[in-house]
């Protein structure tokens, strides 16, 4: 018998590669339609993702490296007009198919409604992008809740987004797992009392992910085994619910 009652999923890294091949390349469509010369590229981004947030992240950029070139006062409208272009472009590159699931997102996805294990969504990415993903792979339907963005008024590594996920599923921490990719994701998690799975990836495989319960390099297929990074698993090749569940009972 299942303790298992919900599945929370990060998005980005997580769900998807969206960060490389999505956000960054959408940051940059938006910076080039603005007439800006800023450009981002793949290992300055991983540096930039330091910092939670679209918005967030280009308020810091022109903070430290451009701030000669803007007026103060209206920077917030200034950077509100910019993440909605970047939003705009991002939705295009999904739509598209430039940005495929990570291996085993589907499968267990699956998995978890056919068992009727609750499915939730906690992203510090604004909402019209999660619900682009959510659109393009799944059904929003699928999901108790889609918790994204300014939902919230502190974004991960701050516990926010996942205490209101849990307060809109009327759950306990003891009932969810979490499947994260990154250090603040993994943080928000645990400080609101989530065990958590990571599956690190480019940006994040050098990361501490002492709090996690597992570290995988992804989910795994039956015919592509997942590597264990961190962390004891019982013998086999991909992350399904009987694994998570054989997890809990033990930690
Ligand atoms: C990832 C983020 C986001 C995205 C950009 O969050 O920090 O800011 O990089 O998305 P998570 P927006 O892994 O928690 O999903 O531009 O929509 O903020
Ligand atoms: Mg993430």
């Known amino acids: 018998m299942t303790k298992l009652k919900a599945l929370i999923f990060d998005v980005d890294g997580t769900i998807a590669e969206t960060e490389k091949n999505g956000h960054r390349i959408a940051f940059n469509s938006a910076f080039a339609a603005a007439k800006l010369d800023w450009h981002w ?9 330091a910092i939670s947030g679209g918005k967030e992240r280009i308020r810091f950029y022109i903070e430290q490296y451009k701030s000669e070139e803007l007026p103060k006062e ?24 430039s940005i495929p699931l990570r291996l085993g997102v589907e499968r267990l996805i ?7 294990i609750l499915l939730a969504i906690a992203t510090t990415s604004a909402l019209p992008n999660a619900m682009a993903l959510v ?3 799944f059904n ?5 809740v889609i918790a994204a963005g300014d939902i919230v008024p502190a974004k991960k590594p701050a516990p926010d987004i996942y205490n209101y996920v849990l307060q809109q599923m009327n759950l306990q921490p003891s009932d969810c797992i979490v499947i994260e990719d990154s250090y603040h994701g993994l943080e928000a998690a645990t ?4 065990k958590t799975i990571v599956t690190v990836n480019d940006y994040t495989k050098n990361q ?7 570290v995988l390099n992804h989910l795994g297929e039956p015919e592509q085994p997942f590597k264990v990074i961190q962390g004891k698993i ?17 930690n």
């Open 234 to 250: 019982q013998d086999t090749s991909y992350l399904d619910l009987s694994v998570i569940d054989s997890l809990l009972s033990v």
């Open 191 to 194: 400080a609101a009392g989530l």
């Open 74 to 97: 209206d920077l917030t409208n200034f950077i509100t007009t910019l993440h909605l272009a970047k939003t705009k472009y991002y939705r295009q590159l999904l739509e598209k198919g």
């Open 140 to 144: 929003p339907d699928w999901f108790e």
């Open 208 to 214: 501490n992910f002492s709090n996690a319960l597992l």
């Open 41 to 49: 590229s793949v290992n300055f981004y991983g540096e930039l993702l």
């Open 135 to 137: 659109e393009k792979f």
């Open 110 to 116: 699956t998995e978890a409604r056919e068992q009727g």
